[in-house]
């Protein structure tokens, strides 16, 4: 459980973190925009991770919770990709 909620506190710190913006990206609005998404993303899963050891049974709580993770995580890496291409 404590791992899920770490992973939900340092994702939604890194949205609040002011970072230069890169200037060869596709601007200053959608980069901003990209990294929200990814910050939401992954506090989501971690949430999800953390709900997932305390609501279901012990022998299926890891699958679950690394599921729920996994899924979170290949949005992020799905949504940089997209950005990436269509620049």
Same mark, same amino acid.
């Given at each position: 459980?404590?791992? @899920?909620?770490? *992973?939900?506190?340092?994702?939604? #710190?890194? +949205?609040?973190? #002011?970072?230069?913006?890169?200037?060869?990206?596709? @601007?200053?609005?959608?980069?901003?925009?990209?990294?929200?998404? +990814?910050?939401?993303?992954?506090?989501?899963? @971690?949430?999800?991770?953390?709900?997932?050891?305390?609501?279901?049974? #012990?022998?299926?709580?890891?699958?679950?919770?690394?599921?729920?993770? @996994?899924?979170?995580?290949?949005?992020? #890496?799905?949504?940089?990709?997209? *950005?990436? *291409? +269509?620049?």
């Amino acid at each position: 459980v404590s791992t @899920g909620l770490l *992973v939900a506190w340092v994702a939604n #710190l890194s +949205s609040k973190r #002011l970072k230069p913006i890169d200037a060869a990206s596709c @601007g200053p609005e959608g980069e901003q925009n990209t990294r929200r998404f +990814s910050a939401i993303t992954i506090t989501i899963g @971690g949430l999800l991770y953390a709900i997932a050891w305390i609501a279901s049974p #012990l022998d299926h709580a890891l699958t679950i919770s690394m599921v729920a993770l @996994g899924c979170t995580v290949a949005l992020v #890496l799905a949504r940089c990709l997209a *950005v990436r *291409v +269509s620049r």
